[in-house]
């Protein structure tokens, strides 16, 4: 099935995990794609259809840089279908000890490139009556301990996203994002080599294990395809079942 024939799609933080899976995605499905990323997603680009793939390597935190990004996809691709807001960092720490460059960085890295890339993007969307998927995350529903800058970060993309729904809802622009839970991703490889920490997490998500990023790239495609035409502002989770909780530890 090739959802994505003739479509556009922009996706940021492409050089690896999320990114890179949903990047794949959307070329498998037939779109063209267009890798962002500071780091260079040559590499991945080089495994994708050249002529359906481009690479834009920058930093998407500040203002000028999606401005760009949309201008050249344009001037290679003429238009744009589909914006995907995924490049992201993490910062952890106790409150007392997060550096004002900490705060700064995961908020413009996390919240203000999401804004910048869906407000730079906007014309060619409502041209084409296109559409914008988010990664947010589980940490936007709910908080975490120590991962405050994280967590307001997401908690900001989680209800953007539904702002932006509402704003753009009358020129036929959808806006969702997907929450996943803990990903198989450069972000949390400490994590996965951490028998101790995947343990927990296994006991906590009711389907026992960590996600992958294809299973997070499949629900972004879907977001961004036909078959979700009647969905606009809603935060998906894609979490083994986590956030189905309300925190209650099991009985048995
Ligand atoms: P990753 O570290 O594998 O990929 C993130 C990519 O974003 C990297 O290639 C990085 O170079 C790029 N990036 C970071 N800052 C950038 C900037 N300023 N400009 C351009 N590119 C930049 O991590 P992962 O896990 O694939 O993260 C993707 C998104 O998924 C992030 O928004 C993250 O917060 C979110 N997420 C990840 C989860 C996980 O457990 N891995 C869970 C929930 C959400």
Request: with cysteine; glycine share 8%; hydrophobic share 40%.
């Given at each position: 099935?090739?959802?994505?024939?003739?479509?556009?799609?922009?996706?940021?933080?492409?050089?690896?995990?999320?990114?890179?899976?949903?990047?794949?995605?959307?070329?498998?499905?037939?779109?063209?794609?267009?890798?962002?990323?500071?780091?260079?997603?040559?590499?991945?680009?080089?495994?994708?259809?050249?002529?359906?793939?481009?690479?834009?390597?920058?930093?998407?935190?500040?203002?000028?840089?999606?401005?760009?990004?949309?201008?050249?996809?344009?001037?290679?691709?003429?238009?744009?279908?589909?914006?995907?807001?995924?490049?992201?960092?993490?910062?952890?720490?106790?409150?007392?000890?997060?550096?004002?460059?900490?705060?700064?960085?995961?908020?413009?890295?996390?919240?203000?490139?999401?804004?910048?890339?869906?407000?730079?993007?906007?014309?060619?969307?409502?041209?084409?009556?296109?559409?914008?998927?988010?990664?947010?995350?589980?940490?936007?529903?709910?908080?975490?301990?120590?991962?405050?800058?994280?967590?307001?970060?997401?908690?900001?993309?989680?209800?953007?996203?539904?702002?932006?729904a509402?704003?753009l809802g009358k020129?036929?622009?959808?806006?969702?994002?997907?929450?996943?839970?803990?990903?198989?991703?450069?972000?949390?490889?400490?994590?996965?080599?951490?028998?101790?920490?995947?343990?927990?997490?296994?006991?906590?998500?009711?389907?026992?294990?960590?996600?992958?990023?294809?299973?997070?790239?499949?629900?972004?495609?879907?977001?961004?395809?036909?078959?979700?035409?009647?969905?606009s502002?809603?935060?998906?989770?894609?979490?083994?079942?986590?956030?189905?909780?309300?925190?209650?530890?099991?009985?048995?």
């Open positions: 099935m090739e959802r994505f024939n003739d479509k556009v799609v922009i996706v940021t933080g492409a050089a690896s995990g999320i990114g890179e899976a949903v990047a794949r995605r959307f070329s498998e499905e037939g779109a063209n794609v267009v890798l962002v990323d500071r780091n260079d997603p040559t590499p991945v680009a080089k495994s994708l259809p050249e002529a359906r793939t481009m690479v834009c390597k920058l930093d998407v935190s500040t203002p000028r840089a999606m401005q760009e990004v949309v201008e050249q996809t344009v001037s290679r691709f003429n238009g744009l279908d589909v914006l995907v807001n995924n490049a992201g960092i993490f910062a952890a720490g106790d409150p007392a000890d997060i550096t004002d460059e900490d705060w700064h960085k995961v908020i413009a890295t996390d919240l203000d490139s999401v804004f910048y890339g869906c407000r730079a993007a906007l014309p060619e969307l409502r041209r084409r009556r296109g559409c914008i998927v988010n990664t947010a995350s589980v940490s936007g529903l709910g908080a975490d301990w120590g991962m405050s800058p994280y967590n307001a970060a997401k908690g900001g993309v989680v209800n953007l996203t539904r702002a932006l509402l704003d020129d036929g622009v959808r806006v969702n994002a997907v929450c996943p839970g803990l990903t198989r991703t450069g972000m949390t490889r400490d994590m996965m080599t951490d028998e101790a920490v995947l343990t927990k997490f296994r006991e906590r998500v009711p389907l026992g294990r960590v996600c992958e990023p294809s299973e997070v790239a499949a629900v972004v495609a879907f977001l961004a395809s036909d078959d979700a035409s009647f969905i502002g809603a935060n998906v989770p894609v979490d083994g079942g986590l956030t189905a909780s309300n925190g209650q530890p099991p009985q048995n």
